[in-house]
């Protein structure tokens, strides 16, 4: 057996010093992954395999190569997913998830097994493991993501998201439009997701400011888009599907969707502008000094406020996608403990 928490460190920052040579997954780019793949030069049929590394090498897609790898040697997996708020693994680490993943060798049968994506206190960190609870993960891997799943409502879920026929990415477009969503860069428990622009005055205005847009093709209702992208559905995709950190074009184009008919885009349009009116009636002006931009005033939005406006979109997307009653009170409640309380926030900035 081999056990190890590698380095968590880019290969180009070591490049200079020496070179790596005869590894299937230099495409990786990190040295944790170049560890893991020597393991598996080093070890037979039916070893086992132990390490703790960054959570983003099973969700960000330039870790494809190292998934690929993985799911060749390894028949049985292991793997819980740790966030870093509100308390962290390990001491000392800032902004860093860790996954842990146990394996067995062999090229047979695969089976994957995986936890939530794990949320604690502090103070939970010494009886962590003693209520960690996996889930076997019916459909694991999904494009350069192995998901989060832990219940057997996710998995059904899971399944009935991607016999959808399309992605979010299906109705959005690269060229520059007035029909465009307004997204704030962090997304944590909430995200800045609106149909307008939100006011900021800054001194200085960069690209650190971090608003972003993306766009919709010219026959799409942006309100739409707009709605489901606040949806708690939408906060349990992101969750699942992502890093946990970046609130990135290709996480949010991933959501499998099919454009609803008429009826119910007219009610997701109407809930959209519900929210956006309730979203506006809770905003609270702050301002505040960044050495990167100097003075800036903001709008602030306290989503959780507004979340029986959002439990509607849900249940307007459980009739579109099929849900039983039982998987929409999951997705409803997905994360409520942290996402309701008082120290969630507004927007989910880190």
Not at 171 to 197: A, R
Not at 262 to 269: F, P, T
Request: with cysteine; net charge neutral.
């Amino acid at each position: 057996m081999i056990i190890g928490n590698p380095p968590y460190v880019e290969y180009s920052k070591v490049r200079k010093e020496y070179t790596v040579k005869d590894i299937e997954c230099i495409e990786a780019g990190n040295l944790y992954t170049f560890v893991i793949a020597r393991s598996f030069k080093l070890q037979e049929s039916r070893s086992r395999i132990g390490m703790i590394i960054q959570l983003s090498a099973f969700c960000t897609p330039r870790m494809i190569s190292f998934q690929d790898l993985w799911f060749k040697h390894v028949s049985l997996t292991h793997l819980s997913f740790f966030d870093d708020r509100p308390g962290k693994l390990f001491d000392g680490l800032e902004h860093i998830r860790v996954a842990i993943v146990i394996g067995q060798l062999g090229s047979v049968n695969s089976t994957v097994a995986t936890t939530k994506y794990v949320k604690f206190a502090t103070s939970e960190r010494s009886i962590l493991f003693d209520i960690l609870s996996y889930q076997i993960n019916e459909n694991p891997r999904h494009n350069s993501s192995v998901l989060k799943v832990s219940t057997k409502e996710e998995n059904s879920i899971v399944k009935k998201l991607w016999i959808q026929p399309n992605t979010l990415q299906d109705y959005l477009q690269d060229q520059e439009n007035q029909n465009f969503v307004y997204y704030g860069y962090g997304y944590g428990y909430w995200g800045k997701i609106l149909n307008f622009k939100s006011y900021f005055k800054g001194d200085e205005i960069t690209a650190s400011t971090g608003d972003k847009y993306i766009y919709c093709r010219n026959k799409i209702d942006r309100d739409v888009i707009v709605a489901i992208m606040n949806s708690n559905l939408f906060y349990w995709f992101y969750t699942n599907y992502s890093d946990g950190h970046n609130f990135t074009k290709h996480v949010i184009g991933s959501l499998p969707f099919q454009y609803p008919i008429e009826q119910n885009a007219l009610i997701l349009k109407a809930l959209c502008a519900n929210l956006m009116l309730d979203l506006k009636q809770h905003a609270r002006r702050k301002s505040a000094f960044y050495k990167a931009t100097g003075q800036v005033e903001y709008e602030e939005y306290v989503q959780r406020l507004s979340k029986p406006i959002i439990d509607e979109i849900d249940n307007v997307l459980a009739k579109h996608y099929g849900f039983t009653d039982e998987e929409l009170d999951f997705i409803i409640n997905y994360d409520i403990k942290y996402r309701m309380g008082r120290d969630s926030g507004g927007e989910g900035e880190e």
